[in-house]
C-alpha cells in the first residue's frame, strides 16, 4: 500500500503536476486525519464499555453487599423474637430459678445486644462515583443515598 503511495507521489512530481500533486497530498492528509479520528471513536467507544462493566459490577458488589446485610439483621431479629418471651418471662418473675436452670435458655439467654455492623464499602464506592449513570441507574443511586443517609443516622442512633 505505502508502495503505491509513494509511486503516485514520484510520478506526480516527475510530471510537474503541482496542483495534482498538492490534491494528492491534501487527500493523503485527510486519510490520516480520517483514520485517526476513527481510532479516537474507537478508544471512546471502548473506554464507555468498560467504565458501564465496572458500574454494572459495582452495582452487583452493592446488591450482594444489601442482601448480606438483611441476613445479618434478620437473623438478629430472630434471635430477639425467640429471646424476648423469655425475656419477658424473666422481667416479670414468671420464670422460677428452676424453670430457668431447667430450660435451655441459660445457655442462650446473654443480655447481650450486639450491634449488627452493616457493611457499606461497596455503597459508599457507588454513592460516591461521579460516573456518568444512565437515568435508571441515577434513580436507584438517588434512591440509595436517600436510604443511607436516614437509616444511617437511625442505626447510629439505635446503637448509641
Excluded at 14 to 39: C, D, H, N
Excluded at 113 to 126: H, S
Aim: glycine share 2%; no cysteine; aromatic share 14%.
Amino acid at each position: 500500500m505505502l508502495h503505491f503511495f509513494r509511486k503516485i507521489r514520484r510520478d506526480l512530481i516527475a510530471k510537474s503536476q503541482f496542483f495534482k500533486y498538492l490534491k494528492y497530498a491534501v487527500g493523503e492528509i485527510v486519510l490520516v486525519v480520517l483514520g485517526i479520528l476513527i481510532a479516537l471513536q474507537i478508544n471512546i467507544w471502548n473506554e464507555k464499555r468498560k467504565s458501564e462493566e465496572d458500574t454494572k459490577l459495582l452495582f452487583q458488589a452493592v446488591d450482594k453487599e444489601l442482601i448480606n446485610n438483611i441476613q445479618k439483621v434478620d437473623a438478629r431479629i430472630n434471635a430477639y423474637s425467640y429471646l424476648d418471651p423469655i425475656y419477658y418471662r424473666i422481667l416479670n418473675k414468671q420464670m422460677s430459678y428452676e424453670d430457668f436452670k431447667q430450660s435451655r435458655s441459660p445457655v442462650e439467654v446473654n443480655f447481650y445486644f450486639g450491634i449488627v455492623n452493616p457493611a457499606d464499602d461497596n455503597l459508599i464506592k457507588l454513592l460516591s462515583s461521579n460516573k456518568g449513570f444512565s437515568k435508571r441507574q441515577d434513580s436507584v443511586v438517588f434512591k440509595l443515598k436517600q436510604f443511607y443517609s436516614t437509616e444511617q443516622k437511625y442505626l447510629v442512633k439505635t446503637d448509641q
